[in-house]
């Protein structure tokens, strides 16, 4: 067997990683070239600091900012509130739409789950992501709807402490709800990026991105139906440049709201990939 000379290996690989990374700069410049195809103004609500603190690891100088979204769908029970803002099933990725989307699916059997369920693995397609939009206004509605029960049936109880323990409560959900939860969402998918864009026009407000979907079954195997599961989005995190490190001293992820406070400016290029333009503090 003939073996490779050190020298001709130190090379090949040397020449591995040279093209590697062209390759690699060679698309983020395709991606960043020419005007973006939407351009949002995020804030640590939709870009979470990492947890623990950044700046406790002395060792490491980078800073990820991790994207939070969630799914848009109708709110009917108390568990889809519940679920709304962590949830990935997207009930309007039914079975026509799923098809379209390319999924052969066929009515479960006894052997769905050995295998159906091979058959229907994730495939990438483009999602439209809503900032601050009816998703996030019906779900701010929801909230509102379920608290103000909630804050009625406290109202009532007769023991003083535990009353005042119930309205803390619900006022830190509703908190919770209207200034620090997600406003983005995913609200539609196709597979055609310029088409979704044709139908979403608005750069400030909507985003095409690279997903996983995957169809799943709901309910019985023989009165259920279809509905799509969106498994991830192909950017989960986004780099802060080093320019832009000092916007985040001293920021605290679990601390009050002005020790975490800022808004990022993000721009998706020509391959739905996001890059960070500029960051400021919240005044």
Do not use: C
């Amino acid at each position: 067997m003939r073996r490779w000379p050190e020298a001709w290996l130190w090379w090949l690989g040397a020449a591995l990683i040279f093209v590697t990374n062209a390759v690699a700069l060679g698309g983020a410049a395709f991606n960043r070239n020419g005007q973006p195809q939407a351009v949002l103004t995020l804030t640590e609500r939709e870009l979470a600091l990492p947890w623990p603190s950044w700046r406790l690891q002395e060792e490491d100088s980078g800073l990820d900012l991790m994207l939070r979204w969630s799914v848009a769908r109708d709110i009917t029970s108390d568990e889809d509130l519940n679920s709304y803002r962590y949830g990935r099933t997207a009930p309007w990725l039914d079975a026509q739409r799923l098809s379209a989307l390319g999924f052969p699916l066929i009515p479960p059997t006894e052997e769905w789950s050995w295998k159906q369920r091979r058959r229907l693995q994730p495939r990438e397609v483009f999602l439209v992501l809503e900032l601050d939009g009816a998703a996030h206004a019906r779900y701010l509605a929801a909230m509102d709807e379920h608290t103000a029960k909630e804050r009625a049936q406290a109202e009532a109880e007769t023991d003083a402490e535990k009353r005042k323990r119930q309205l803390e409560s619900i006022e830190r959900t509703v908190k919770e709800a209207h200034e620090h939860a997600t406003r983005l969402y995913a609200i539609d998918a196709g597979l055609d990026a310029a088409a979704l864009r044709a139908t979403y026009p608005d750069t400030a407000k909507f985003i095409v991105v690279r997903g996983q979907v995957r169809p799943e079954w709901q309910g019985m195997q023989d009165s259920g139906k279809y509905s799509g599961w969106i498994e991830s989005i192909n950017v989960e995190s986004l780099h802060v440049p080093t320019a832009l490190l000092p916007v985040f001293d001293g920021l605290n992820p679990s601390g009050e709201p002005r020790q975490r406070g800022y808004r990022v400016e993000v721009a998706w290029g020509r391959r739905a990939e996001p890059w960070i333009q500029a960051a400021v503090r919240h005044p």
